[in-house]
């Protein structure tokens, strides 16, 4: 089947005898035995339950993995993937990552005795010159938050060979429009919350692996401390799910129209989205992604005018998050990536005059009168 067709039929309850179109939220704690050492497959709802388990079926498939697990937030399936990893580990990151997610590494460098090393993944000297023998994985956003920096992943692969985990957060393009496990990743991630979910009114996370043996250690770590997510919040991530491909062409559209507009605004300076074609990762993108997603930042010509941006816009809402269908404006300096050094932030252009636009699928002309009214 076809990814558009996956969406909407790929949730198959295998339990259910009704005839029920929606995979039903299964709220039960804990399931009755047929016979002593029998299971019905379920026994307690930590362990799993049959709605989130409908849910990991049809992203594994979207992401033409072997096996997904869903987490209860995008943070628990990352914390699942880093409790791979132990002393002495050595993790080489791409400088430019979601903030949540360098505030986890570093509070594992100082518990775990695990080394993080943060660099520009598309520089193949300078990762390759970051290898070491200790080296387990290589962890990278693509396009990354907030830059939009490109990494070529098959070119990452190549370079790191097969023994280190490349594992990609696949959050900004969705299966839609990019699959890494087909170009030589090992793990996929995803905040769930994010484009998946797609509604702002949930949290989830997920992990997509072909590797057998990883994805048990990850099953037990929902099953040990209990971050695999809920049957309701599997539920709306199901529902959610069936109008992906549709909400990705229509953000990605308004998005495009909208980063021109910036282009060509006198108060903007730059605008960073891989779909412009003097992006620097547009080849890359072209050759390793369908589409290029509905992440956009942007500088403005001084921090007043930032200021002034956020307060000043009316439909356009100034919150944290991204990828549902409400258009939203965030500023990366004190919101999302508030916990990266300082010096790492200024280096990456993480500044007071950097805005970042998560598109939804409003009608443009009314997110382009939005922007123009609040930067004028
Ligand atoms: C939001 C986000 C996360 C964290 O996910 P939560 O669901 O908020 O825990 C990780 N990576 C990226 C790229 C994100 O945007």
């Given at each position: 089947?076809?990814?558009?067709?996956?969406?909407?039929?790929?949730?198959?309850?295998?339990?259910?005898?009704?005839?029920?179109?929606?995979?039903?939220i299964?709220?039960?704690?804990?399931?009755?035995?047929?016979?002593?050492?029998?299971?019905?497959?379920?026994?307690?709802?930590?362990?799993?339950?049959?709605?989130?388990?409908?849910?990991?079926?049809?992203?594994?498939?979207?992401?033409?993995g072997?096996?997904a697990?869903?987490?209860?937030?995008?943070m628990?399936?990352?914390?699942?993937?880093?409790?791979?990893?132990?002393?002495?580990?050595?993790?080489?990151?791409?400088?430019?990552?979601?903030?949540?997610?360098?505030?986890?590494?570093?509070?594992?460098?100082?518990?775990?005795?695990?080394?993080?090393?943060?660099?520009?993944?598309?520089?193949?000297?300078?990762?390759?010159?970051?290898?070491?023998?200790?080296?387990?994985?290589?962890?990278?956003?693509?396009p990354?938050?907030?830059?939009?920096?490109?990494?070529?992943?098959?070119?990452?692969?190549?370079?790191?060979?097969p023994?280190?985990?490349?594992?990609?957060?696949?959050?900004?393009?969705?299966?839609?429009?990019?699959r890494?496990?087909?170009?030589?990743?090992?793990?996929?991630?995803?905040s769930?919350?994010?484009?998946?979910?797609?509604?702002?009114?949930?949290?989830?996370?997920?992990?997509?692996?072909?590797?057998?043996?990883?994805?048990?250690?990850?099953?037990?770590a929902?099953?040990?401390?209990?971050?695999?997510?809920t049957?309701?919040?599997?539920?709306?991530?199901?529902r959610?799910?069936?109008?992906?491909?549709?909400?990705?062409?229509?953000?990605?559209?308004?998005?495009?129209?909208?980063?021109?507009?910036l282009?060509?605004?006198?108060?903007?300076?730059?605008?960073?989205?891989p779909?412009?074609?003097?992006?620097?990762?547009?080849?890359?993108?072209?050759?390793?992604?369908?589409g290029?997603?509905?992440?956009?930042?942007?500088?403005?010509?001084?921090e007043?005018?930032?200021?002034?941006?956020?307060?000043?816009?009316?439909?356009?809402?100034?919150?944290?998050?991204?990828?549902g269908?409400?258009?939203?404006?965030?500023?990366?300096?004190?919101q999302?990536?508030?916990?990266?050094?300082?010096?790492?932030?200024e280096?990456?252009?993480?500044?007071?005059?950097?805005?970042?636009?998560?598109?939804?699928?409003?009608?443009?002309?009314?997110?382009?009168a939005?922007l123009?009214q609040?930067?004028?």
């Amino acid at each position: 089947m076809k990814l558009d067709t996956i969406c909407v039929h790929g949730a198959r309850d295998k339990n259910n005898h009704t005839g029920s179109l929606a995979v039903p939220i299964y709220q039960s704690a804990t399931y009755a035995h047929p016979a002593v050492g029998q299971s019905t497959g379920y026994d307690y709802a930590r362990v799993q339950n049959p709605t989130r388990e409908a849910l990991e079926g049809l992203v594994a498939a979207m992401e033409r993995g072997r096996e997904a697990l869903a987490f209860s937030c995008g943070m628990a399936a990352m914390d699942a993937v880093l409790a791979l990893f132990g002393p002495g580990d050595h993790i080489i990151c791409a400088d430019d990552l979601y903030g949540g997610s360098v505030r986890l590494l570093a509070s594992l460098e100082r518990r775990m005795g695990i080394s993080v090393d943060y660099l520009d993944a598309n520089d193949r000297e300078t990762l390759q010159g970051a290898l070491r023998p200790e080296t387990r994985a290589v962890f990278i956003e693509t396009p990354s938050n907030p830059m939009m920096k490109v990494t070529d992943i098959r070119a990452v692969r190549e370079t790191i060979g097969p023994a280190v985990k490349l594992i990609v957060d696949n959050t900004f393009l969705t299966p839609i429009f990019q699959r890494p496990l087909e170009l030589g990743a090992d793990m996929s991630l995803h905040s769930g919350t994010k484009y998946l979910a797609g509604h702002n009114d949930t949290l989830a996370g997920f992990v997509v692996t072909n590797d057998a043996g990883d994805a048990e250690l990850l099953r037990h770590a929902t099953k040990t401390v209990g971050s695999g997510l809920t049957p309701f919040d599997s539920f709306l991530v199901i529902r959610g799910l069936k109008t992906l491909p549709l909400r990705m062409a229509k953000s990605q559209e308004n998005a495009l129209a909208l980063a021109e507009f910036l282009g060509r605004h006198h108060r903007v300076a730059k605008v960073f989205y891989p779909g412009l074609i003097d992006h620097p990762g547009r080849e890359i993108s072209l050759r390793q992604s369908s589409g290029f997603g509905a992440m956009i930042s942007f500088e403005v010509d001084s921090e007043d005018t930032a200021k002034k941006v956020l307060e000043k816009v009316g439909l356009i809402l100034y919150a944290e998050s991204l990828g549902g269908v409400e258009t939203l404006i965030t500023y990366p300096l004190i919101q999302t990536h508030a916990d990266v050094p300082v010096e790492t932030r200024e280096s990456l252009g993480i500044n007071g005059r950097l805005l970042r636009l998560s598109v939804g699928v409003e009608a443009l002309e009314d997110l382009l009168a939005d922007l123009a009214q609040a930067l004028d």
